[in-house]
């Protein structure tokens, strides 16, 4: 699976997380899949309840209200989206394991360097205890 | 009865429950799923009682959530 993102929601979910530290940031993402390629269109910044660096959940009202939006907008949801304040791109343990949809794309933003945020995104499958997480090609597309 | 789920108006028997829906709808791993009626959660444990009624809007939510 090829995956787009907009250079201007990149920034937005950078410096979203960048706000958040040291909690993990989170929220959604939605847009439009046509020739298998997914084009992220919207990026939602939500709250991660949790409020803690180790670990994130959706505010479920939250993510209940951007479902509506994207539903209005016409566009698809897509996955979600995390970042590492600490630790590499890549989905941790916890992340395979509450990784439930199998056609959600996951992405991955790392704080881990200053100043280098490093994005991901993943397509995980196979049962809770046993999944398997498969890196997707990521197109960070400069605005025009 | 009609019933709008996940942003569609579809057909219903009268005393369809949540957890009936479920089971109708396909829905995947339906333990990982939150479900909303008229933007109220409901408790997975009320899911088998809780009746359905004409005009109700419901959403099912996949959980989202990790960890490092």
């Not at chain 1, 787009?4 to 989170?26: G, H, N």
């Not at chain 1, 269109?41 to 479920?60: A, G, M, Q, R």
């Not at chain 1, 304040?85 to 992405?107: F, G, I, M, Q, V």
Request: proline letters at 4%; a negative charge; hydrophobic letters at 35%.
């Amino acid at each position: 699976m090829k995956i787009t993102i907009k250079r201007s929601d990149f920034d937005r979910m950078y410096e979203y997380a960048l706000e958040q530290r040291p909690d993990e940031a989170c929220g959604l993402i939605a847009g439009v899949e046509e020739d298998g390629v997914r084009r992220i269109e919207k990026v939602y910044l939500l709250t991660n309840i949790d409020h803690t660096n180790e670990h994130f959940s959706i505010d479920p009202r939250e993510h209940l209200a951007s479902v509506k939006d994207m539903r209005a907008n016409g566009l698809q949801p897509l996955g979600n989206w995390h970042s590492h304040p600490e630790t590499p791109s890549r989905p941790s343990e916890e992340d395979k394991r509450l990784a439930n949809d199998s056609n959600a794309s996951y992405l991955i933003l790392s704080l881990a360097e200053e100043g280098h945020p490093v994005l991901n995104s993943f397509h995980v499958e196979g049962p809770a205890e046993a999944r398997v997480s498969e890196k997707e090609e990521l197109i960070i597309l400069e605005d025009a | 009865m009609k019933i709008t789920v996940a942003g569609t108006k579809k057909e219903f028997d009268e005393g369809l429950t949540v957890a009936k829906l479920i089971e109708l709808e396909n829905v995947e791993t339906p333990q990982y799923v939150t479900v909303s009626v008229n933007e109220e959660f409901v408790d997975s444990g009320a899911f088998e009682g809780y009746e359905l009624h004409e005009g109700d809007e419901v959403e099912f939510l996949y959980f989202m959530g990790g960890g490092r």
